[in-house]
């Protein structure tokens, strides 16, 4: 029997790379983002994959995608947000706000109308980060962001069951998401990251993909949190 997934924010980074691994593994795939641009060069450079335009806050466009899919055996939900960061006593509360927008209510909504087509023994797989639980300084805004998505888990997790609900945490990630920072000082801030790592590299999208697909999959795995962010949370490595 067909095995199918939808990975909404599968058509860049981490979503991605964890499409292809459920492809690999003989899963029908489907991948959702906002820019119709992202998804033809998604489903252009991987044929295997099903392309759905789609803004996951938008509840009539979920209902119509999950109509269309039928049963779904593993949702994984990437959608990003790289606002909220900074100094705590200045933060725009707007700007707050909007990162819950782009990344915790596209969550929520995209989940509620997942549920009624989940099949019985699905899995949701959400991704947190280690913003949510590490004291850093200037992520409170950001860090409470992951933290809301990662507190949804526990909770689902005994009221979905059967079906599974698990998050992914990664530290740093080689992603498109860091294209806000010029291409040159990218390279310098992965090199001065990798440096105090203790893996000694930044991740790569396909490393935590690995996780996801893992969290998706594995059916003795529910409640849980999965950490994948090199050991950063450990503090720097001696120089
Ligand atoms: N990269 C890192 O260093 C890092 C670290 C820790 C945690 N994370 C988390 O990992 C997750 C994936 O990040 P990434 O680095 O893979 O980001 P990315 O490369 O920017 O990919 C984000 C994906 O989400 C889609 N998306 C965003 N908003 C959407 C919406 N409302 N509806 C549907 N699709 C939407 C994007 O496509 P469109 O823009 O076309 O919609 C894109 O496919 C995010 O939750 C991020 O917070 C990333």
Redesign the pocket.
Known sequence: MTTTSLV?????????AAAMRLAAIGDSVHV????GE?VAAATGEHPELVGHV????DRGALDAVFAELGTLDRLVI????SAGAGAFSTLDVDVLRSAFD??YW?TVTSMQAAIPHLAADASITL?G??TARMGMNETAGIGSLNAAVEGLVRPLATELAPIRVNAVS????D????DFVPAELRAQLFAQTAATLPVGHVAT?DEVAEAVVFAATNRNLTGTVIETDGGARLGPVAA
């Open positions: 909404i924010g599968g058509t860049s980074g981490i979503g991605l959702a983002g906002r820019r992202r789609l803004d996951a806050n990437t959608v990003a947000s782009a990344k596209p991704i980060a280690i990664p530290g740093g990630v992603t498109p998401w860091w999208a």
